[in-house]
């Protein structure tokens, strides 16, 4: 007998002998069953496809219409578990185009899929599997190639896969089987002694261009290895497959059908001035499914009413429900119906709940979670919800960059449109993916940032599109928005929808809209910014200074003296107009004003002075040994920060001072108290930078000169300061990163986490706490990033520094009445405020007469006072103000 006769003749008596061992059954066994006569991206509630826009369900078939690396479908609802027992999987498949010669690639199923995380939602996004399937070339495989197998005759129609393994000592023996259409064997292959480790996790289908699996014995730690963009995913060739008929089943496999992710998705809302309003997300429908979701609340004890019926978005896939008069003195459970829509060979209903929650006014302290940065190393984030979930805050705050570019492992596609939108709503649902419990009954502030659009930096120029013809840093360098204008409203749709009605909702250049506006809740008053939309850019305003990705290589230029143009934008006028009438504003029992944006109003960085001022692109940073200090860092110019431009900083800065309001903001991927410099160090409100979720790019504060006038025993770091802008700020703590020893090394030695903000009424103190993402705070062991908490008072926001008095006020009859101050030289109003308790110390900052209304605004219970002159002397004179 022939070499390979004898080879057949083994593998067909251990086919024989696995297959004698009967599968058995259990109730957790799954069976593919898809509708037969829709065509929509969402393949069903049960799968995840990666990425999204490269598959489609059509004709009963799951089908990969777009060839390129590791495309698959992982099934959330059911996994391999670490019983001891037996499986079967198997599916139908097919070549999309018969007619075509294919490329290298193959196709079949990855078991045993693991991520980093310990997930079901880690395994479906960046899991690793072994690869099981059939070459481009026909030949089976389980691992790896080997030599030995029989090759399919091409072209690939309705062949059959099937893959089963059965215990085998410690570890398996394992088949797979090629059968036709009647049911003849087509080709096998056998793997015995299969490490056990590789039939735990999750499975999924897999259509890839490319090598064929390497043959690997034993499965390896990632250790943030999968994260960002996986080579070899890139989109081109021919491999396109549909798959159909997909079953699993065994004493292996248990079923998870909480794992199930949609039709509806997640959802954001917001309470504001008693108008409720939510944002539902949804996946990409169908035309035949319904366009419509109700919005329901109890009716009896068993029954639903509903109160509004909104059509959903084609585009953006959300359904925006405006509810006025809504009843905030409780709590309200509210459920949310959909259906019936296609769902395999019957139509289903799908329900989602949760609580609008009372608004907490009669509440001492009101409590919010800040977050920016939600890079994917780490989704799906378990350990942050759970610490935050901890805490139980009134309001979530995501503050930009809810995903980047590298979330998925997939890259990005700009075009065309369609295709664009539904790479960036897979992104977009993973960050609902890991939030969708904290978001379902607490209202939530979302707002994009540059990564949101798929830029690296952002200087908006008022919404104008980049110039043809650019690309790279020379685009993003221009000014504008690089993508198309329809596209960037609808990742705002996304984001924003559930915010309150904008101030003035004019859109920008190109018709992309604005959703600035202020949010009241709780007795808080948040203005919401877009401090990128506006901003200038400054590469054709400073020719002189070689900008590119922001930074300056003219080693020659002194960004301190000569980066500042008057003339540059930040938040432009409407901007600047609406903070100033929101600052004047504190009706609604205000009693506290926050400022919430993209990012600060300095720029906290320093790098060491050989790289700050290379001719790099991008400095690079380098991560130190706890304890150590660098020796020759010095301050940065990044004009990605809104230190620059200056002047529309300061004019920025004295709008909020108005308001004795506190800035939360992000981005900057490094946590930081500061407190804002105009003319003098502290003489404007306090800065609050949370850290990054997810660090993709970490930065350092190590300045080699010591701060002025820090608090005793605080590190060198802090104190008064200047940026690389000459800015004035007064840096108070700073979660540099540091090594931990802990692996993945790129999530844990980045400084990530997030912010948790304390506002207490009765005081008017503000708690400011920046939380490591290691930091478990249900222990009591467990702490904050060194300097923090930081506790400030509401009227710490105006000046420390002025020595300018008006007359003490003394008030009765009227109990927290609002005070502004007006300058009688120009009228231009220094501050507004509702005063805590019946007395009231007013600073000015200049010399002069000035006005003073007290009381309630709308009503007639108003005084005011013209001709008061500012002192000197504190305690110079006292206003008595009765009511």
């Known amino acids: 007998m022939s070499t390979q006769y004898k080879i057949l003749f083994a593998l067909s008596a251990v086919v024989a002998l696995i297959s004698s061992c009967a599968i058995k059954k259990s109730g957790d066994d799954f069976r593919c069953s898809l509708p037969t006569n829709i065509q929509r991206v969402w393949l069903g509630p049960d799968y995840w496809s990666n990425p999204l826009q490269d598959w489609q369900l059509k004709n009963g078939r799951i089908e990969c219409i777009t060839s390129g690396g590791d495309r698959n479908v992982y099934l959330l609802t059911h996994e391999l578990d670490k019983n001891v027992g037996a499986f079967k999987m198997s599916v139908r498949l097919g070549q999309l185009d018969l007619n075509e010669i294919l490329e290298e690639g193959w196709v079949g199923f990855k078991i045993g899929v693991k991520g980093e995380f310990d997930d079901y939602r880690d395994n479906a996004v960046r899991g690793i599997g072994l690869g099981v399937g059939m070459t481009t070339k026909g030949r089976l495989f389980i691992g790896g190639l080997e030599e030995n197998t029989k090759a399919l005759a091409s072209p690939f129609h309705n062949i059959r896969l099937e893959f089963s393994a059965q215990l085998a000592g410690d570890n398996y023996n394992a088949v797979l089987i090629a059968f036709d259409s009647t049911g003849n064997v087509l080709s096998q292959c056998v793997q015995n002694d299969l490490d056990s480790d590789w039939l735990e996790g999750g499975v999924a289908l897999v259509c890839s261009r490319g090598e064929v699996p390497h043959k690997s014995e034993k499965r390896v730690a990632i250790n943030g290895s999968n994260w960002g963009f996986r080579p070899g995913t890139e989109r081109g060739g021919n491999v396109r497959f549909w798959f159909k008929d ?35 997300q949804m996946p990409p429908i169908s035309d035949k499914d319904p366009q419509e979701i109700r919005f329901q609340i109890p009716k009896g004890k068993k029954n639903w009413e509903t109160l509004r019926e909104v059509r959903i978005d084609p585009m953006a896939r959300i359904a925006t429900f405006r509810i006025e008069n809504w009843d905030t003195s409780k709590d309200i459970p509210y459920r949310l119906a959909y259906g019936p829509y296609h769902s395999g060979t019957c139509k289903k209903n799908d329900f989602y709940e949760g609580v609008i929650r009372k608004e907490p006014l009669g509440k001492e302290e009101i409590t919010i979670a800040a977050f920016t940065g939600n890079n994917d190393l780490g989704f799906p984030n378990n350990d942050v919800v759970r610490n935050v ?258 002047t529309g900083r300061n004019r920025a800065i004295r709008e909020m001072r108005r308001a004795f309001a506190l800035h939360i903001a992000g981005d900057q991927h490094l946590g930081s108290t500061i407190q804002y410099g105009i003319d003098e160090w502290r003489d404007s409100g306090f800065a ?112 420390q520094s002025s020595q300018l008095f008006l007359p003490r006020i003394i008030i009765t009859g009227m109990i927290d009445p609002v005070v502004q101050v007006v300058s009688e030289f120009d009228g231009e109003i220094i501050y507004t405020i509702r005063i805590n308790g019946t007395e009231f110390q007013p600073k000015v900052l200049a010399d002069g007469k000035y006005t003073i209304k007290i009381g309630e605004p709308g009503t007639n219970r108003m005084k005011e006072f013209t001709a008061i002159s500012a002192s000197r002397h504190e305690k110079y004179d006292s206003l008595l103000v009765e009511f």
């Open 246 to 280: 997909w079953s699993l089943s065994g004493t292996k496999v248990t079923g998870y059908p909480e794992h199930s992710y949609g039709p509806i998705l997640f959802t954001q809302y917001t309470l504001s001035d008693n108008i409720l309003k939510m944002t539902v």
């Open 389 to 646: 979930s901890y805490h139980d805050p009134d309001l979530l705050f995501f503050s930009g960059d809810q995903i980047y570019e590298v979330v998925g492992g997939f890259g990005i596609q700009r075009s065309p449109v369609e295709k664009a939108t539904l790479d960036y709503l897979r992104k977009w649902y993973i960050f609902g993916w890991t939030y969708r419990d904290l978001l379902r009954n607490r209202p939530a502030i979302c707002i994009p940032d540059d990564h949101d659009v798929y830029q690296g930096n952002l200087w908006g120029a008022g919404g104008k599109a980049v110039p043809s013809g650019l690309s790279g840093y020379d685009a993003q360098d221009a000014g504008g928005y690089i993508m198309p204008p329809e596209w960037i409203n609808m990742v705002q749709r996304t984001q924003t929808s559930n915010l309150p009605d904008p101030y003035d909702p004019t859109p920008v250049e190109q018709g992309i809209g604005v959703y600035y506006c202020s949010l009241n809740y709780a007795g808080i008053s948040f203005a919401i910014l877009e401090d990128r939309k506006f901003k200038s850019a400054p590469k054709s305003l400073l020719p002189g200074a070689d900008i590119q990705n922001g930074w300056i290589r003219n080693k020659s230029f002194n960004a301190k003296s000569d980066s500042d143009v008057p003339e540059a934008v930040l938040l432009g006028e409407r901007q600047l107009n609406f903070l100033q009438n929101w600052a004047s504003d504190w009706s609604h029992n205000t009693w506290m004003k926050v400022v919430l944006s993209q990012t600060i109003f300095s720029n906290l960085c320093t790098l060491p002075k050989e790289e700050a001022t290379s001719d790099e692109v991008t400095p690079k940073l380098r991560i130190l040994e706890k304890g150590l200090y660098p020796p020759n860092d010095i301050p940065v110019a990044d004009m990605d920060s809104n230190g620059w431009p200056k």
């Open 688 to 799: 609050f930078c949370v850290p990054a979720v997810s660090n993709i790019w970490p930065r350092r504060w190590y300045p080699n000169t010591a701060g002025k006038n820090r608090l005793p025993n605080s590190p060198q770091y802090t104190g008064d300061f200047e940026d690389g802008f000459a800015n004035k700020m007064t840096v108070f703590a700073v979660s540099n990163p540091v090594f931990t020893g802990l692996k993945p090394s790129r999530l844990y030695d980045r400084a990530t986490g997030y912010g948790l903000v304390r506002f207490n009424k009765e005081t008017r103190d503000v708690k400011i706490e920046c939380w490591p993402r290691l930091s478990d705070p249900a222990q009591s062991d467990s702490g904050q990033y060194p300097g923090w908490p930081i506790t400030i008072n509401q009227l710490d926001n105006f000046t």
